[in-house]
């Protein structure tokens, strides 16, 4: 994991530190801030990989930096949350987070979703082959820029959103379960997958869809799962 940049936010100092220590173990660069704010501050001063983000923090929590961050980048962000409720954790999705871990959480899951999520963000693009256009009455996946735009808009997504539907737009007319999409984007088995990958549909749907209530290009196929409209 060599040559990445991980920002960790946490107000929590002996946090911070302990996660530098496991990432540094494994070759990563690590830049720490202790709320939301200063982590915008060392976002727009240098190039940052990947987002390790705590909740609960003073002056900007986690969910209010992820929304702020989610304006303008891409990257992937995994919320560090010491409660262990759904509510929070879809919370954390809802507002454009990649992944979440509960404290206390195990230092080799840590590195091992740090690294998964480092390696997709690093090679998007790979499910049908790269530098392909795909148009679907407007709605266009840039495979090579990894732009999705509406009528000639771009549509910021998040690197997990930008999976769905790069998987979807690439088998248009497809129906895929929500356990397919859950293990093909994140490669990983299923588990509690609905929530999650409901989340992120209905996140899709208003990026991309006029009326998402009524969409024309992200459909639902009852009990069978979704497909992009050809």
Do not use: C
């Not at 986690?62 to 509510?87: F, H, M, V, W």
């Not at 690294?115 to 790269?130: D, H, I, P």
């Not at 007319?173 to 509690?192: D, T």
């Not at 990958?197 to 290009?217: L, M, Q, T």
């Amino acid at each position: 994991m060599n040559k990445y940049n991980v920002l960790v936010v946490d107000d929590e100092k002996e946090i911070r530190d302990a996660i530098e220590i496991y990432l540094k173990n494994e070759g990563v660069t690590v830049l720490k801030a202790k709320d939301g704010v200063e982590a915008i501050e060392l976002l727009h001063e240098n190039e940052v990989h990947l987002i390790l983000l705590d909740v609960m923090m003073p002056r900007m929590d986690g969910i209010a930096a992820t929304y702020k961050i989610r304006e303008q980048k891409n990257i992937p962000i995994i919320i560090l949350s010491a409660k262990s409720e759904d509510t929070d954790k879809i919370l954390g999705l809802q507002v454009g987070a990649d992944d979440y871990i509960t404290k206390p959480f195990n230092p080799m899951e840590l590195i091992a979703r740090v690294k998964s999520q480092l390696r997709r963000y690093v090679t998007l693009g790979t499910f049908a082959g790269a530098n392909k256009l795909i148009d679907l009455n407007g709605l266009t996946l840039d495979q090579s820029s990894k732009q999705v735009t509406v009528n000639g808009e771009e549509v910021k997504l998040t690197p997990i959103e930008y999976k769905i539907v790069e998987l979807l737009m690439t088998n248009a007319g497809r129906v895929f379960s929500i356990n397919e999409i859950y293990e093909l984007v994140w490669k990983e088995p299923n588990f509690n997958a609905e929530n999650t990958v409901a989340v992120h549909i209905r996140k899709i749907r208003e990026k991309i869809e006029i009326d998402s209530k009524n969409p024309r290009y992200l459909k639902v196929v009852w009990g069978l799962g979704y497909k992009m409209e050809k």
